[in-house]
């Protein structure tokens, strides 16, 4: 195998990326904290910030100023920990809604996503490039919120950052050993010419 083709190869190995969507329409009630996990990431949310639980039905996970809908709904922030990978926020999908101008933004992490819609209905793609690597906390703030104003989010979808495939590092592997292999000999070869040098009739 030519060098040049091999390094190719490695330059072009193929790596795999998938999209993974974390369901918000149950097992979030009344919770002061809850977990998804999805092909092996878990992404936890924490720490609404009135609360003291989070609320949510069949439409999704409520947030906003809704007074004594769902038993006094009122959070508009909250944390974000993921394990298991490294994730970039892409899209979510709001299901229900009586807001006017509210927006939220993810915080923390790498990366930035603002001005996220959150005043219709309908699956949005995310702003920015906001990502969470394993064991890092994000923040998601909604707002503003008048009085009796709420949406509910009813999924959040991620894109694992992608992972090499094993044929890359060997190939990497074979690719170094290779050119170790040509750099040495490249330094043998010159010092044969320099001792070659030193002697004459």
Same mark, same amino acid.
């Given at each position: 195998?030519?060098?040049?083709?091999?390094?190719?190869?490695?330059?072009?190995?193929?790596?795999?990326?998938?999209?993974?969507?974390?369901?918000?329409? *149950?097992?979030?009630?009344?919770? /002061? /904290?809850? *977990? @998804?996990?999805?092909?092996?990431?878990?992404?936890?949310?924490?720490?609404?910030?009135?609360?003291?639980?989070? @609320?949510?039905? *069949?439409?999704?996970?409520?947030?906003?100023?809704?007074? #004594?809908?769902?038993? =006094?709904?009122?959070?508009?922030?909250?944390?974000?920990?993921?394990?298991?990978?490294?994730?970039?926020?892409?899209? !979510?999908?709001? #299901? !229900?809604?009586? #807001?006017?101008?509210?927006?939220?933004?993810?915080?923390?992490?790498?990366?930035?996503?603002?001005?996220?819609?959150?005043? +219709? #209905?309908?699956?949005?793609? $995310?702003?920015?490039?906001? /990502?969470?690597?394993?064991?890092? +906390?994000?923040?998601?703030?909604?707002?503003?919120? $008048?009085?009796?104003?709420?949406?509910?989010?009813? /999924?959040?979808?991620? *894109?694992?950052?992608?992972?090499?495939?094993?044929?890359? !590092?060997?190939?990497? $592997?074979?690719? +170094?050993?290779?050119?170790?292999?040509?750099?040495?000999?490249?330094?043998? =070869?010159?010092?044969?010419?320099?001792?070659? @040098?030193?002697?004459?009739?």
């Amino acid at each position: 195998m030519g060098l040049g083709l091999l390094i190719g190869l490695v330059g072009s190995a193929p790596v795999r990326a998938t999209d993974i969507t974390f369901d918000l329409t *149950s097992g979030v009630n009344d919770l /002061s /904290s809850f *977990s @998804k996990t999805v092909s092996g990431i878990t992404l936890t949310f924490l720490n609404p910030n009135i609360g003291p639980n989070f @609320k949510g039905d *069949s439409d999704g996970l409520g947030l906003g100023n809704a007074g #004594t809908f769902m038993g =006094a709904n009122n959070t508009t922030s909250f944390q974000l920990q993921v394990t298991g990978g490294t994730v970039q926020f892409k899209s !979510y999908l709001i #299901t !229900y809604e009586e #807001t006017t101008s509210a927006t939220f933004s993810l915080s923390g992490g790498s990366g930035t996503s603002t001005n996220n819609p959150f005043n +219709t #209905t309908g699956t949005f793609t $995310a702003n920015g490039n906001w /990502s969470l690597a394993s064991g890092e +906390t994000g923040t998601l703030t909604a707002g503003p919120f $008048a009085a009796g104003e709420m949406g509910q989010l009813k /999924s959040m979808t991620f *894109s694992t950052v992608p992972v090499p495939e094993p044929s890359t !590092y060997a190939l990497a $592997a074979i690719a +170094t050993g290779v050119l170790g292999a040509v750099a040495r000999r490249q330094r043998k =070869a010159r010092m044969g010419l320099d001792h070659g @040098k030193g002697t004459g009739p």
